[in-house]
């Protein structure tokens, strides 16, 4: 329930941001709120930075 609540927040915002700001604004805000949540997850360790850049590069990772 949770993440359909942030899911709906996240969609009206996005759409906000179209209507205000026409393509480019809501591609902006699409990729600063995608950093902004890598970041997040960075921060509370919910993801590791470091094995997935490993994964990128396509090196393995344990």
């Known amino acids: ?6 899911g709906t927040g ?3 915002a996005l759409a906000f941001a179209a209507l205000l700001f026409g ?5 902006l805000v699409a990729v600063l709120g995608a ?4 970041v997040a997850l ?7 930075l ?3 850049v ?3 590069r396509g ?4």
């Open 50 to 52: 470091r094995a997935a």
């Open 23 to 27: 393509f480019w604004g809501f591609v």
């Open 42 to 48: 960075a921060m509370t360790g919910r993801i590791d």
């Open 59 to 62: 090196r393995r990772v344990a």
């Open 54 to 56: 490993s994964a990128a």
């Open 1 to 6: 329930m949770i993440a359909l609540a942030y």
């Open 35 to 38: 950093v902004g949540a890598l």
């Open 10 to 12: 996240v969609g009206m």
